[in-house]
């Protein structure tokens, strides 16, 4: 498909509607992130009373997905949003 070197003025509304929806979407990463880390000291009481995991080393091993989880949510969405400011402002 051949493009023209000049750009339709409905081009530029669809590029900002899908910068939208990524800004959006980052935010809801970073969000998710930092809910997680608010339900880990609420939920980690109840795994631990597992018989199953009771052990210490599951206990770490589990604790420390759940923290690993939320940073690369936080992380992720933080990116995203950083991208997405750098495109909007050059």
């Known amino acids: 498909m051949l493009r023209s070197c000049?750009?339709?003025?409905?081009?530029?509304s669809v590029a900002q509607s899908?910068?939208?929806?990524?800004?959006?979407?980052g935010v809801?990463?970073?969000?998710?992130?930092?809910?997680?880390?608010?339900?880990?000291?609420?939920?980690?009481?109840?795994?631990?009373?597992?018989y199953q995991l009771s052990s210490g080393t599951a206990i770490v091993f589990i604790r420390f997905c759940f923290y690993f989880l939320a940073a690369l949510l936080v992380g992720g969405g933080s990116k995203k949003i950083y991208d997405i400011y750098r495109k909007l402002n050059t």
């Not at 000049?6 to 530029?12: A, E, I, V």
């Not at 809801?28 to 597992?50: C, F, K, N």
């Open 6 to 12: 000049h750009s339709s003025p409905g081009r530029d």
């Open 28 to 50: 809801a990463l970073v969000l998710a992130g930092v809910g997680v880390l608010y339900r880990i000291p609420q939920v980690m009481p109840r795994i631990e009373s597992l």
């Open 18 to 25: 899908k910068h939208m929806v990524q800004l959006i979407w």
